[in-house]
T-cell receptor
Framework: AQTVTQSQPEMSVQEAETVTLSCTYDTSESDYYLFWYKQPPSRQMILVIRQEAYKQQNATENRFSVNFQKAAKSFSLKISDSQLGDAAMYFCAYRSGGGATNKLIFGTGTLLAVQP | DTGVSQDPRHKITKRGQNVTFRCDPISEHNRLYWYRQTLGQGPEFLTYFQNEAQLEKSRLLSDRFSAERPKGSFSTLEIQRTEQGDSAMYLC?????????????FGEGSWLTVV
């Protein structure tokens, strides 16, 4: 079975600085997707960034980028120029490719605080 | 596009009572998912539908839980004979089969408190 591990329950960053959130996963599959979701205090889960396992290039979305290390099964999220609005719970998630299942498997989350 | 909407947003019920949650997915999304999230944990998959067919159910979905999507649009999640351990947020999500990567969009959730 696939698992997702986020080893940092809480992180803190100064406004305008850069922070990296860690995520590791375990799978025997070769075809899968990885995601970072943000859950602000309003509780709606928002997709931040996604990565297809078959792509070697790391995904980037504005200030958000990932470091995808497939061999190491690592998928970290880097937030550059942190803003107060980035404060939220961040979840790493895994989904199998190939259509056999559509469920997302989530980690336990990292609570990010942004200090002014 | 108004996003995934869920109703009610909050529900307090007495142990043993039945509760029902409703989810309206993003229009034209043919896949709909239910997740459960407890405090300090990530969401856990419960079940998903493609159109009106329930294609996958988690072992977490005991026989007290039933989900339906009768016309392939909105969905309901009913919990019978609620227990205190059912207290959680129930998240609904939807996606469109065939879109890039099948990105899943979540609603704001329905909080259930069983007293």
């Amino acid at each position: 079975a696939q698992t997702v591990t986020q080893s940092q329950p809480e992180m803190s960053v100064q406004e305008a600085e850069t922070v990296t959130l860690s995520c590791t996963y375990d799978t025997s599959e070769s075809d899968y997707y990885l995601f970072w979701y943000k859950q602000p205090p309003s509780r709606q889960m928002i997709l931040v960034i996604r990565q297809e396992a078959y792509k070697q290039q790391n995904a980037t979305e504005n200030r958000f980028s990932v470091n995808f290390q497939k061999a190491a099964k690592s998928f970290s999220l880097k937030i550059s120029d942190s803003q107060l609005g980035d404060a939220a719970m961040y979840f790493c998630a895994y989904r199998s490719g190939g259509g056999a299942t559509n469920k997302l498997i989530f980690g336990t989350g990292t609570l990010l605080a942004v200090q002014p | 596009d108004t996003g995934v909407s869920q109703d009610p947003r909050h529900k307090i019920t007495k142990r043993g009572q039945n509760v029902t949650f409703r989810c309206d997915p993003i229009s034209e999304h043919n896949r709909l998912y239910w997740y459960r999230q407890t405090l300090g944990q990530g969401p856990e998959f419960l079940t998903y539908f493609q159109n009106e067919a329930q294609l996958e159910k988690s072992r977490l979905l005991s026989d007290r839980f039933s989900a339906e999507r009768p016309k392939g649009s909105f969905s309901t999640l009913e919990i019978q004979r609620t227990e205190q351990g059912d207290s959680a947020m129930y998240l609904c999500a939807s996606s469109l089969l065939g879109n890039s990567g099948n990105t899943i969009y979540f609603g704001e959730g329905s909080w259930l408190t069983v007293v």
